[in-house]
Nanobody
């Protein structure tokens, strides 16, 4: 059984920063991809960023230059540093763990960017 626990969401003003964390526990194969997705109101879930256990990263265009994904393999934890936040970044952010062809999801943490 795999569990993902997210933290770090909240309310922030435009231009501000937040750091999301997601800790995975359970039976986790060492070779995997961890990432962050988000679902804004009225929109479909979309990829924000992902990182493999080897450190390769992938970012959606919306976050390039503003968001940084990183991970601590020893702690099975992934982070998303979000800077220069915009109102359009408002969404529920979900942690994802991909092991081979199986996806695991966290419960989601809301991020609201508003003045």
């Amino acid at each position: 059984q795999v569990q993902l626990v997210e933290s770090g969401g909240g309310l922030v003003q435009p231009g501000g920063s937040l750091r999301l964390s997601c800790a995975a526990s359970g039976s986790i194969f060492s070779i995997n991809t961890m990432g962050w997705y988000r679902r804004a109101p009225g929109k479909q879930r979309e990829l924000v960023a992902a990182i493999t256990s080897g450190g390769s990263t992938n970012y959606a265009d919306s976050g390039k230059g503003r968001f940084t994904i990183s991970r601590d393999n020893a702690k099975n934890t992934v982070y998303l540093q979000m800077n220069s936040l915009k109102p359009e970044d408002t969404a529920v952010y979900y942690c994802n763990l991909l092991i081979v062809a199986t996806n695991y999801w966290g419960q989601g943490t809301p991020v609201t960017v508003s003045s």
